[in-house]
């Protein structure tokens, strides 16, 4: 089956305290990226990679990592996490010149 | 900067009528996409339904339909005999798929309500 897949799905941290988000396709997509969602908001991004080793910043990147060194994967660093990092968080993939992106189930972050 | 508004935020509509969520946009850009996506309680997003922006012709799938206004920079989309189902926020979203990047821009949402 296709699909985009995250890890954890929620998570509840402290302040500072390193954590990692996985994302990982298997539909051999070049393009992925994450996304912030915000109430009133909508999705934000926050980072996205063209493809292996090849990223770049999204609309609000300060406070996050990520790297691609595999194909397949796309996780999302969060080397100091504060507060108004409490977010869900979503892993999106395409092919480069696809109309549709395939999202992941969504990640709940809640740092205190 | 491309921008998306949604200028509902919450919506409700009785069971088998019909409800127009409105959109609106800004860009510079002649070519471009046009997205509503839908996000139920499971918090998936599911695409409802696109729209080139060269094309004339409005997008239908099913009961979902959209009235694109491309000189008006307005993007709606209608939902005909509305079903419990169809209770979710929907979020508008713009893509420039000429544009470094190529990310979505997404609207602030509007949650709709279905009453039985």
């Known amino acids: 089956e296709a699909q985009v897949t995250q890890n954890p799905r929620y998570l509840i941290t402290v302040t500072g305290k390193k954590l990692t988000v996985t994302c990982s396709q298997n539909?051999?997509?070049?393009?992925m990226s994450w996304y912030r969602q915000d109430p009133g908001l909508g999705l934000r991004q926050i980072y996205y990679s063209m493809n292996v080793e090849v990223t770049d910043k999204g609309d609000v990147p300060e406070g996050y990592k990520v790297s691609r060194k595999e194909k397949r994967n796309f996780p999302l660093i969060l080397e100091s996490p504060s507060p108004n990092q409490t977010s869900l968080y979503f892993c999106a993939s395409r092919t480069i010149r696809a109309y549709e992106q395939y999202f992941g189930p969504g990640t709940r972050l809640t740092v205190t | 900067a491309q921008t998306v508004t949604q200028s509902q935020p919450e919506m409700s509509v009785q069971e088998a009528e019909t409800v127009t969520l409105s959109c609106t946009y800004d860009?510079?850009?002649?070519?471009?996409?046009l997205f509503w996506y839908k996000q139920p309680p499971s918090r998936q997003m599911i695409l409802v339904i696109r729209q080139e922006a060269y094309k004339q012709q409005n997008a239908t799938e099913n009961r979902f339909s959209v009235n694109f206004q491309k000189a008006a920079k307005s993007f709606s989309l209608k939902i005909s005999d509305s079903q419990l189902g169809d209770a979710a926020m929907y979020f508008c979203?713009?893509?420039?798929?000429?544009?470094?990047?190529?990310?979505?821009?997404f609207g602030g949402g509007t949650r709709l309500m279905v009453k039985p």
């Open positions: 979203a713009y893509r420039n798929p000429n544009n470094a990047g190529n990310m979505l821009t």
């Open positions: 539909m051999n997509h070049e393009y």
């Open positions: 860009t510079s850009e002649s070519d471009y996409y």
